[in-house]
């Protein structure tokens, strides 16, 4: 069975401090994918990111990034120079290989992020 | 706008009342699923269908609720009897037909059973 967990499930910070909202996954898959999405308080979930199981290699785009820990079943997001605008809940998802599910997505709980002016 | 519609946006609903919910995904994904978000948690998977075929369900999905994708293109759930529990965000998604690309979710229909 798959399992996202997001442990934190709040975070407030100040605007422009640096933030990192962790990910820890779980699935007997050696094929699989994980993505972050963001949604705001209109609740439409916006796509962030999508990373295979194969490629480890830690991704920067503008004040995003991420760090892809195999050994530690982690994939967190840690955005630099945070704004109010950043302020949603976030989730951290996990699929597995094509099959019969499509891609489904295992969701974790969340982590609610306020960035205060 | 050419993303992920959903119709109707909220709906207020009489407990033992039956509701329909519409989404129609962007028009070259043959991918469809729908989730269902409590208030608080993540979404959790319903069903998906590619193309026409519902190809899976989940254990969630209990009797009373129903889906449908005719012609591949909109779907539609429908929830009969309704019940309190049922209350919860009901999210659309689609995505293209190549595997694990992401799926691109629309705004939901928040359903409140009273």
């Known amino acids: 069975a798959q399992k996202v967990t997001q442990a934190q499930t709040e975070i407030s910070v100040v605007e422009k401090e640096d933030v990192t909202l962790d990910c820890v996954y779980e699935t007997r898959d050696t094929t699989y994918y994980l993505f972050w999405y963001k949604q705001p308080p209109s609740g439409e979930l916006v796509f962030l990111i999508r990373r295979n199981s194969f490629d480890e290699q830690n991704e920067i785009s503008g004040r995003y990034s991420w760090n892809f820990q195999k050994s530690t079943s982690s994939f967190n997001f840690t955005i630099t120079a945070s704004q109010v605008v950043d302020s949603a809940v976030y989730f951290c998802a996990l699929s597995e290989a094509p099959g019969v599910s499509g891609s489904r997505l295992t969701f974790g709980e969340g982590t609610q992020l306020t960035v205060n002016p | 706008d050419t993303g992920v519609s959903q119709d109707p946006r909220h709906k207020i609903t009489k407990r033992g009342q039956n509701v329909t919910f519409r989404c129609d995904p962007i028009?070259?994904?043959?991918?469809l699923y729908w989730y269902r978000q409590t208030l608080g948690q993540g979404p959790e998977f319903l069903t998906y269908?590619?193309?026409?075929?519902?190809?899976?369900k989940s254990r969630l999905l209990s009797d009373r609720f129903s889906a449908e994708r005719p012609k591949g293109s909109f779907s539609t759930l429908e929830i009969q009897r309704t019940e309190q529990g049922d209350s919860a965000m009901y999210l659309c998604a689609s995505s293209a037909r190549q595997a694990n690309t992401e799926a691109f979710f629309g705004q939901g229909t928040r359903l409140t059973v009273v």
């Open positions: 028009s070259e994904h043959n991918r």
């Open positions: 269908f590619q193309n026409e075929a519902q190809l899976e």
